[in-house]
């Protein structure tokens, strides 16, 4: 059983703000292309966080390829109370999240850092590696868990960045 955690850019980082921006059918082909390799290579399980853009897309897929291959979905929020605020049409995506085949969260509420730091080992306790959309040229708050993911060792990690996005964008270029 191989278990991967999936993280990334949230949407607004991206500079995406619309559900039909043309860039989500791109990184959506791109994560496809990359799921598919993973469960080819043994992954069975793929771990989420809850956060809207790179995971939630990311979820999209994972749902579609769970139709064809025998995998299963967890969301593991860090909070109870994660994503309560968010407008109706982020609710659905949090619907979609509480949905996968196996939900939990590891704190009630929001109390102090110390929280997220331990939400954090805990992923990476309890999965085998990761898929993450991140570039240590655009740094964001995922950058912290990013340097987490990378000094663990024995944790494989497969980076999706503006470069490695740019070179696959080419070959589907070049080849249609």
Do not use: C
Not at 95 to 111: A, G, I, L, N, S
């Amino acid at each position: 059983m191989t278990t991967i955690l999936i993280t990334g850019y949230k949407s607004f980082e991206l500079g995406i703000f619309q559900d039909k921006d043309p860039k989500i059918a791109v990184l959506k082909q791109v994560i496809k292309k990359d799921l598919i390799r993973f469960i080819e290579e043994g992954a069975d399980w793929f771990v989420f966080m809850g956060n809207l853009g790179f995971e939630y897309w990311a979820l999209e897929v994972a749902v579609q390829l769970k139709k064809e291959y025998n995998i299963q979905l967890a969301t593991i929020f860090p909070f109870e109370t994660h994503g309560q605020k968010w407008n109706e049409s982020n609710q659905e995506k949090l619907r979609q999240f509480k949905q996968t085949d196996f939900v939990t969260y590891t704190y009630k509420k929001y109390q102090n850092p110390n929280q997220l730091k331990s939400y954090h080992h805990f992923l990476l306790d309890n999965t085998d590696g990761a898929y993450v959309f991140y570039d240590e040229e655009m740094k964001t708050n995922l950058s912290y868990f990013s340097s987490l993911i990378s000094a663990k060792e024995g944790y494989f990690v497969t980076r999706l960045t503006f470069e490695r996005l740019n070179e696959i964008i080419q070959d589907f270029d070049d080849n249609f």
